[in-house]
Structure formats: C-alpha cells, structure tokens
C-alpha cells in the first residue's frame, strides 16, 4: 500500500498523465502554489483542491476516471485509517461467506498487521485479532481461536467497552462447544448474557438471542431435556426486532421438536415439525435440511421404516446449497435406516463414503460418531476385527482432543468388542475404567 | 436482574432435587467442575451461533 501526501498525490497524478504543473492552474491557483503544495510546503485548503481536481478531471474524465477533492485532501493517516477498514470488510466478508481460501487470507492478514503495527493502531489490531479468532474457527482451529480471544478479551475489559466482551464471551463459548467443552461453553455464554444484561450494551438483544440459543444446543447436547425446554420458553420471551430472529426462531422450532421426540413425546413433537413444513417453500435451505434429517430420526424411532427413508431421501435431494459442514450427517442417518430395513453392506457403503466427506472438516465429534456408527454396525454383524479398527481411530481422536463427553461410549464398545473376541481380560479392564475403584485395588497393587 | 448463571445453577438444582438422577459432582477434580451423565445418540443439529 503506497502512502502519499496529498502533495505527492497530486504530483503523481499529474505526471502519470505527463502534465506540466501550468497545465492544472488557474486564475487563482498559480504554478508556484502547486509547486509549493507537491514539494509539501504549503497544506492543502477544500478551495485549491476542488479547482486542482477539476483540472485534473478535465484529462481523467476521458479515460472513465474522476479524482475528487475529498480524495486529494485526505492525510496519509485518513488513508490508511479507510484502507485498513476496507481491508478488515474485505476479510471480514470473504471469512464469514465460508469460501476460505487460506493462503489469500493469511496474505491479506499479513498485510494489514504491518501496516497496523506500524501505525499503531491499537482499535483496528484488536479487531483483527477477533477476525483471526474467526477464521481459525471456521477452519476447525478452536485453541487458536481462543487464544486470538484472550487477548481480545482483556483489550475490551480495559477500555470498558461492553458490547465487545459480550460478543467474544459468546464467542468463546461457541469454541468450547466445538471443542465439546460443555461446562466452559455453558459458562461463557452465560458472561455474555450477562454482560449484555447488567451493562445494557447496544447489542443487548443479539446476544441474548445468540447466548441463550447456544445455551439451548448445550443441555441438547448433554442431554438436559428440561434445563432446555427452560431455555426454549426464555428465547421465545426476547424481543428482537432483526430478520435474524425468525432464523434463529425457525431452528428453534426444530430444537424444541427433537427435545419432544427424544422425550418420546412424539405428538408434540409432530406438531411442530409440521408448524416447520408448512412453510418449507420459503425456509432457508439449511433449516429445511435439518428439518427433513430430525424428521427421519422421528420416524425412525417409531419404527416407521418407509417414512423415514422417504425423508432421508427428501433431504439428499436437496443437498447442493446445503453447508457444507451439515452434509455428512445424512448419512449416518441413512445409514441407521438402512440397518433397521436389515440392509447392512448398503448401510456399510453409505457410512464409509460419509466419513471420507466428515475427514474434511476436522470436526472431531462428526468423525468419532462416524467411528463408533461403523464399529456398531460391525459388532451387529459380528465382525468384532473391523469394529476394534473403527475404535481404535475413534479413540485416537478422543485422547489427542481430551473429549471426556465420548469416552464412556469407547469404553462400552470397546467391552462388547472384546468379549466378541473373546479377550475378556481386556473387557474387564474397560468395564473398571467406566467406574469407580471401590476397593482402591490399583493402589494397594502398586504398594 | 437476576444473573443467568444463577438462573442456571437453580434451576439445576430443582431438576436434581425432582429427578434424582443425570447430575454427577465430579470428585475427581474437587468437585469443581460439573460432569453430566451421557448416553449414546447422535444429534444432528443447529451449530452455535456468533458474529
């Protein structure tokens, strides 16, 4: 990025177009006023500018060019000040649209950074750490991405801007999630909400709706069926006056739905799954996605074996558009499907070719559930050897990622495994491993 | 206001207190982090959401 003065701007504007400093004057701006302006000896006043732009005008105009006086005034400062925020909504659109191209994205970080650092501009580094933040997210990078928000973090909590430790409060807690770190997740929403509450910060409404809608996705995940159901009644209480709200609604509605059938309440359930399909012409593709893929699992828990794969098909026909990180889900789903129909290689074959498109994302939770489906299927088939294998990539995930949610899943497969193969030594040394040591054995042993 | 984490923390408590069951205070680290018994399902869901 080149930084000029507007002297040296107008200098080079004109001799870009081999003019003399007597073809921009005028009765009132003289050569030696331009000569003392390129040189940087005399400042720029609003009137020079606009004569010495329309001057200049009359030779750019002709090549579908206009310089403005605004254009010529502008200190070098207000133009990097511009550049850099044209270069954060630059990143800022190109990471959020999900279409990453990493080595273009670290350039441009690259690029703002040192101009930033040498500028000093305490404000635009820190919102370019939160920017790094997000991309390391959307790249599956979330230590790194906590690490972005740490610092950012303690910048916001110093200069008591409020909205901003809210936002990366809520931030935070999304990474933990991704992480399977449920309790930190559950934490950190709740110091956005909070935040958000005792300070009434200007994003006040957003976060309580993001905050208490992550918060919902929490207890799903750990199975707390009533803590979300007290968070869904609490989301529809928010008032928030944004199109964002009727999405953030809508996949609410399927929340709440799948909290109902997982209670086998599968009435309700149905009614709202319904309430959602009676709009499916106008709801947004990943909503509709979800809706078809929850709506197979509903019949597939009642045994409805045609139903179900009728909506798995619905939502495979409508997988172009989808995002990208949704798509490997339907095939687990089929894949559950198409065991219950007792089809077992055809649920093989799906499952395998899923896990190919989940090792893409990185994301451990899709590629353990993977794991452990085609260890299930395996076992059913009494193939314990290729369902040990599928275990065995599982756990690698589990202990390089510390995820504590998965390992009494390992450990259980791992005790129907071994008994299969007869190893029950082995069995036994998991069972002991899901429970207590009441006897405190180990420890007299190592005595 | 009320703050939400004790919003949270009793309403916790109620459900512990009605249900008896699904909350395990984790002895192994000081009892300082709260650990929720699980079962095995896959939730195909809405990812969190921030901006």
Known sequence: ?447 | MKKLKSVIASLLICSLLISGAGLIWASSNGGNELTLAMEFTIQHEPKPVSH
């Open chain 1, 1 to 447: 990025m080149e930084l000029l003065s507007p002297g040296e701007k107008i200098k080079k504007l004109r001799m870009e177009l081999g003019l003399k400093q007597e073809d921009i004057t005028n009765e009132t701006v003289s050569k030696s006023l331009i000569s003392m302006i390129e040189k940087n000896k005399r400042g720029l006043t609003w009137n020079t500018a606009t004569i010495i732009a329309q001057s200049l005008n009359r030779y750019y105009r002709t090549m579908g060019k206009m310089i403005t006086p605004e254009f010529l005034m502008e200190t070098e400062e207000d133009r990097v000040n511009r550049e850099v925020k044209e270069e954060i909504e630059y990143l800022q659109t190109l990471i959020e649209s999900g279409h990453i191209n990493t080595k273009l994205i670290y350039m441009t970080f690259d690029k703002i950074l040192k101009l930033v650092e040498q500028w000093d501009m305490k404000q635009e580094l820190i919102e370019l750490r939160y920017l790094k933040g997000r991309f390391y997210y959307k790249s599956y990078l979330y230590n790194k991405a906590l690490e972005e928000c740490s610092n950012v973090l303690e910048y916001y909590i110093e200069v008591r801007d409020y909205s901003e430790v809210a936002r990366t409060y809520n931030f935070m807690g999304a990474c933990y999630y991704m992480q399977m770190m449920m309790d930190q997740a559950l934490n950190y929403y709740s110091k956005a909400y909070d935040t958000a509450i005792e300070h009434s910060t200007a994003n006040k409404a957003r976060i309580k709706v993001e905050a208490v809608f992550n918060i919902i996705i929490c207890y799903r995940k750990i199975h707390r069926y009533d803590m979300a159901l007290q968070f869904i009644n609490m989301f529809k209480e928010i008032e928030w006056d944004n199109p964002l709200y009727e999405y953030y609604n809508n996949q609410t509605i399927i929340l709440e739905a799948n909290t109902y059938r997982d209670l086998r309440n599968y009435e309700r359930s149905e009614k709202l799954y319904e309430k959602l399909m009676q709009k499916h012409k106008v709801l947004d593709k990943d909503i509709l996605f979800l809706l078809y893929d929850n709506y197979t699992i509903f019949y597939m828990e009642q045994g409805k074996i045609q139903k179900a794969l009728n909506y798995v098909d619905k939502a495979i026909k409508i997988l172009k558009g989808v995002r990208p990180d949704y798509i490997p889900w339907i095939y687990i789903t089929k894949a559950r499907c198409l065991v219950l129909a007792g089809r077992y290689d055809e649920a093989l074959n799906t499952l395998n070719e899923g896990l190919v498109l989940a090792e893409d994302f990185t994301e451990n939770e899709m590629i353990i559930d993977f794991h452990f489906t085609l260890s299930q299927v395996y076992i059913k088939l009494n193939d314990f050897n290729n369902a040990l294998m599928h275990l065995k990539d599982g756990e690698k995930i589990i202990i390089d990622n510390n995820i504590k949610l998965k390992r009494n899943d390992l450990y259980s497969f791992y005790i129907e495994v071994y008994i299969g193969l007869g190893e029950s030594s082995k069995s036994i040394e998991y069972a002991s491993k899901i429970r207590k040591d009441y006897l405190a054995l180990k420890n007299t042993q190592e005595r």
